[in-house]
């Protein structure tokens, strides 16, 4: 079985610029994760699909970064626009949901913004 | 407010040695507390993982030492390899939340 894909594995983008980054869950799998990653934040969840329906849209991520999910295997995160404070490493992961807490993990996408 | 706390940002033993990883959290409703192994350039993978009605799980090196009634737990890594540095993140959910809360991470580095 093919784990989480993550496209583009680096992106690199100007200030003010729309980037889409793109996320394949393993196959079967109902709940979707994107978390972001830096040195002094740690992991912090942006968004979370169960069965397709957004569960949690990150609070204070809502105004520039939106995440769908077009279809049960494959999701986007759309950060617009995108800003310097915003270069980290954004992962992806999914989980069978129900009883099943077990998220699988990406190997994530490193954004730069200059 | 930091709901899952990992004391340390960084750990060093030797080769050989039994390695601690200390993790406490706040809300009595977690049940489920899972870690996640992550190296460089890759996404976390799971390594263990303990339900509150266990006080202790172990796999092969690696076990959890949970104490529900101070909120905290603990990963020891018994006979520390080289191959085990990496960074280590505990995390915690609660019944039917779906959505994991994650540490700080221990970054641990393994003297040879």
């Known amino acids: 079985d093919a784990g989480v894909t993550q496209t583009p594995r680096h992106e690199v983008a100007e200030k003010g610029q729309t980037i889409i980054l793109k996320c394949e869950p393993v196959s079967g799998h109902n709940d979707l994760f994107w978390y972001r990653q830096t040195k002094i934040q740690g992991l912090e969840l942006l968004s979370y699909f169960r069965s397709k329906s957004l569960m949690e849209d990150g609070g204070a991520f809502k105004d520039r970064f939106k995440a769908e999910m077009l279809n049960s295997s494959f999701s986007t995160l759309k950060i617009q626009p995108t800003e310097p404070k915003d270069s980290a490493v954004y992962l992806c992961a999914s989980s069978l949901g129900g009883s099943s807490y077990e998220q699988y993990f990406g190997p994530g996408t490193r954004l730069t913004v200059l | 407010q930091q709901q899952v706390r990992q004391s340390s940002q960084s750990l060093t033993v030797w080769e050989g040695e039994t390695a601690i990883l200390n993790c406490s959290y706040e809300?009595?409703?977690?049940?489920?507390f899972p870690w996640y192994q992550q190296f460089p350039g890759e996404g976390p993978a799971l390594l263990i993982a303990?339900?509150?009605?266990?006080d202790k799980k172990e796999d092969g090196r690696f076990t959890i030492f949970f104490n529900k009634r101070e909120k905290n737990l603990s990963l020891h890594i018994k006979d520390s390899q080289p191959g085990d540095s990496a960074t280590y993140f505990c995390?915690?959910?609660?019944?039917?939340?779906?959505?994991?809360?994650f540490g700080q991470g221990t970054k641990l580095s393994i003297k040879p």
């Open positions: 303990i339900r509150s009605v266990s």
């Open positions: 995390a915690a959910s609660a019944y039917n939340q779906g959505k994991l809360i």
């Open positions: 809300n009595s409703a977690f049940d489920y």
